[in-house]
């Protein structure tokens, strides 16, 4: 049977993007023999309207059924209001928990026709092709005791940075296994010379390492790691990180290349019967209110978020190449919707028009 997707367009200019990702799909299926057993349900916002909850039980048992859930975006000022329980990224939170993705990919891409944009210099990040990984589930955003207690005559609030060797040694792993499909190169990052859970989190790291003796270790503290991140970022290919540190990294790492609407991202759990892991990919911006229902969303941080699954969860690694190339191409071309528009100008374009492009590239493929 056909490999399956899941598609979750969400809110906001969510459904916006997740249209031109269905023009690559079909794309694939047509001209390239990549068939997919694709359905769509509702998450977020549209999910509340329908049903009274932004994730509906029988659409969290699709996403445990599927081989790869494909998310849009959720959330928008309609909801502002609603009740904590029922919140639209609610629908999110309990999608990462039940399947458990403990670990989130945040790759930092540089498309050479767009290395104006960056804060940087231009030879800092022309090329530039790295990999975040940010451990998910658990770290000082989950460790109990927290709260804000009464202490003496005053409040004191209270988190714990709490990492189990079972929870150091899965992520590790799930990077290192990514560093085998790239270069080779990995760099942890923790600060083992102030905290007990980064120097559990070096010693789990090099352990797991032992059974990867083509990849190269090397460790970083994590404030080193953000100058570097930023003085030469080509350095590294794959970096490890916590869930805080990864947080911080990441986002830092994303403005090296750029726009919001170009930024990817995937969340892997646990290998599933198939041995791949259970994974969900979701651009890295929000609904973007601002911008919805006016045609002027960037889709290709959903196209590449579609090109990860081909990767990570198909196997298709020559076909996300390609994708990738046919963007790379589009770019250069001059093709922009309004967020990537530069003092240089350039062909302006609708959401639609974008995925067309693309489309147009890969048919030239
Ligand atoms: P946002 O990412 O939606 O928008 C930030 C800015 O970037 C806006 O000016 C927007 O127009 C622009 N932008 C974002 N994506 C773009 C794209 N593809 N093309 C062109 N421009 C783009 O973040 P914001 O404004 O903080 O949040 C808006 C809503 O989205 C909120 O309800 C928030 O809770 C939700 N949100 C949802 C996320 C998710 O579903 N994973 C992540 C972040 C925010
Ligand atoms: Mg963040």
């Not at 960056?118 to 790295?130: C, E, Q």
């Not at 209110?289 to 959903?302: R, T």
């Not at 990860?308 to 589009?330: C, H, K, N, P, T």
């Amino acid at each position: 049977s056909n490999p399956s997707l899941l598609i979750l367009p969400g809110d906001g200019i969510g459904p916006e993007v997740m249209a031109e990702v269905r023009k690559i799909i079909d794309w694939f299926g047509a001209k390239r023999g990549l068939a997919f057993d694709v359905s769509e349900d509702l998450v977020g916002g549209a999910a509340y309207d329908a049903h009274g909850t932004p994730l509906h039980d029988d659409t969290m048992a699709r996403a445990l059924a599927v081989d790869a859930v494909l998310l849009g975006a959720v959330g928008g000022p309609k909801y502002d209001n609603l009740d904590f329980s029922v919140k639209p990224e609610r629908g999110l939170l309990r999608l990462r928990k039940e399947m458990d993705l403990f670990s989130n990919l945040r790759p930092a891409q540089c498309f050479d026709a767009l290395a104006d944009f960056s804060s940087l210099k231009k030879d800092v990040v022309a090329g530039l092709d790295i990999m975040i990984v940010r451990e998910l589930t658990s770290g000082v955003y989950f460790g109990e005791p927290r709260g804000i207690f009464e202490e003496g005559n005053e409040r004191v609030g209270v988190n714990t940075q709490r990492y189990t060797e079972s929870e150091i040694a899965r992520v590790a792993k799930s990077a290192f296994e990514l560093a085998m499909r790239r270069g080779k190169k990995l760099c942890s990052m923790e600060k083992a010379n102030v905290m007990e859970s980064g120097i559990l989190w070096r010693e789990v790291v090099i352990e797991v390492g032992k059974d990867y003796p083509e990849v190269e270790l090397s460790h970083m503290y994590a404030d080193n790691g953000a100058m570097q991140l930023v003085r030469w970022p080509k350095q590294f290919d794959v970096i490890v990180t916590d869930n805080l540190f990864g947080d911080l990294l990441s986002d830092c790492a994303a403005m090296l290349t750029g726009s919001l609407g170009m930024l990817p991202s995937a969340s892997l759990g646990a290998p599933m019967a198939n041995g791949r892991p259970k994974a969900l990919y979701e651009p890295v911006h929000g609904s973007a209110p601002d911008i919805a229902g006016q045609a002027k969303a960037n889709p290709i941080a959903c196209i590449l978020s579609f090109a990860m699954a081909l990767r990570y969860s198909f196997d298709q690694g020559a076909e996300a190449a390609r994708l990738e190339a046919a963007i790379q191409q589009v770019l250069a071309d001059g093709v922009r919707t309004a967020d990537l528009m530069g003092p240089e100008g350039g062909v302006p374009v609708t959401t639609s028009g974008m995925g067309d492009a693309i489309v147009k590239a890969l048919d030239a493929s």
